[in-house]
Nanobody, 116 residues
């Protein structure tokens, strides 16, 4: 069983920055992909960014150029640096880990609120 602990959410003004952190523990298998997803009120959960164990990244079009995902594979941690935040970035952000045996795990979520 993989445990994911997120931190770093909060309230920020538009144009500001936040950094989210996700620490994974308890995995018997390597974690191939770590990622961040978000869910705004009344909307479906959506991809924000993912990063493979090899460092390959993928971003939603809406965050390209503003958000950066990084990873320390040795420590099983993933960071999401969010710059130039917009009110539409307001959501609960969830960390995800996808293991080498095809299992997916989610964190409890952290609230990000961007005021205009």
């Amino acid at each position: 069983q993989v445990q994911l602990v997120e931190s770093g959410g909060g309230l920020v003004q538009a144009g500001g920055s936040l950094r989210l952190s996700c620490a994974a523990s308890g995995s018997r298998f390597s974690i191939n992909v770590m990622g961040w997803y978000r869910q705004a009120p009344g909307k479906q959960r959506e991809l924000v960014a993912t990063i493979t164990s090899g460092g390959r990244t993928n971003y939603a079009d809406s965050v390209k150029g503003r958000f950066t995902i990084s990873r320390d594979s040795a420590k099983n941690t993933a960071l999401l640096q969010m710059n130039s935040l917009l009110p539409e970035d307001t959501a609960v952000y969830y960390c995800n880990a996808y293991t080498a045996v095809g299992r997916s795990y989610w964190g409890q979520g952290t609230q990000v609120t961007v005021s205009s």
